[in-house]
Nanobody
Framework: QVQLVESGGGLVQAGGSLRLSCAAS????????MGWFRQAPGKEREFVAA????????SYADSVKGRFTISRDNAKNTLYLQMNSLKPEDTALYYC?????????????????WGQGTQVTVSS
């Protein structure tokens, strides 16, 4: 059974940084693509960043490009999202997800397994 557990969220002032982690278990982590998504109150879940099985290819939403960095440590079965220069509009519940394939997609419906989410709140 695939399990994903996010951590690292919190309250931060605008301009600050946070590092999210997602610990994966239940199957061979290094074989599959991973992604980060977020959902703000009253809004649909949206793509943030994704990474392929090896970490050699990544993709970012335009809204976070240049500020966020996705990475993975396959030896530790862990996915990361380094978030710098945070803005109030980054406030959301952040989810990690994985899919049954080695390549990433930006559409959330392409991902079969989801964590419970970690809250990120950015104050102005």
């Amino acid at each position: 059974q695939v399990q994903l557990v996010e951590s690292g969220g919190g309250l931060v002032q605008a301009g600050g940084s946070l590092r999210l982690s997602c610990a994966a278990s239940g199957r061979t982590f290094s074989n599959y693509a991973m992604g980060w998504f977020r959902q703000a109150p009253g809004k649909e879940r949206e793509f943030v960043a994704a990474i392929n099985w090896s970490g050699g290819s990544t993709s970012y939403a335009d809204s976070v490009k240049g500020r966020f960095t996705i990475s993975r440590d396959n030896a530790k079965n862990t996915l990361y999202l380094q978030m710098n220069s945070l803005k109030p509009e980054d406030t959301a519940l952040y989810y990690c997800a994985t899919r049954d394939g080695s390549s990433y997609f930006t559409a959330p419906e392409k991902y079969s397994y989801w964590g419970q989410g970690t809250q990120v709140t950015v104050s102005s």
